[in-house]
């Protein structure tokens, strides 16, 4: 009886377990306040931490490093190597484009942002052009 108990256990995986064991965050603790935060739905609708991963259910998840659209294909409670990580999702089309996009966009605000702060002549200049005189 507890051999099957086991067995059962083996394919419940939480969404904390599964976000960290992916390597989406650093910690089960970040994952957990991500999720209680927010920042991860589960087939459009917002979840809780100890939901279970099932095989072919869509995650949104919103991180510092973008907001990932991802379809789970092997459920793991087991944090592994960043390869073996990579094998138990797989990111949309859409997802990596609009990530892509973002970080375009970024890397040419980056490049029209000015190197250093205006000293006092340029403030005086700025603060001309902003009255209209």
């Known amino acids: 009886m507890a051999r099957k108990q086991d067995e059962d256990t083996d394919n419940d995986v939480r969404l904390d377990k599964w976000l960290w064991a992916a390597r989406f965050f650093k910690t089960r603790s970040m994952a957990h306040d991500a999720i209680n935060g927010g920042k991860v739905f589960v ?3 917002r979840a809780k931490p100890s939901r279970s991963v099932e095989v072919g259910q869509e995650i949104l998840i919103t991180t ?3 907001r990932f659209t991802v379809v789970v294909e092997k459920l793991s409670a087991a944090r592994g190597s960043a ?25 040419l605000a980056k490049m029209t ?3 250093e702060r205006p000293n006092s ?10 009255e209209g005189n």
Not at 90 to 101: A, G, I, L, Y
Request: charged share 40%; no cysteine; hydrophobic share 25%.
């Open 43 to 45: 087939g459009g609708f």
């Open 121 to 130: 002549h340029d403030r005086k200049i700025l603060r001309r052009l902003k």
């Open 64 to 66: 510092d490093r973008g």
């Open 113 to 115: 942002a000015p190197s």
């Open 83 to 107: 390869t073996v990580a990579s094998t138990l999702y797989r990111e949309t089309d859409e997802s990596k484009q609009q990530r892509e996009q973002v970080s375009e966009m970024h890397r």
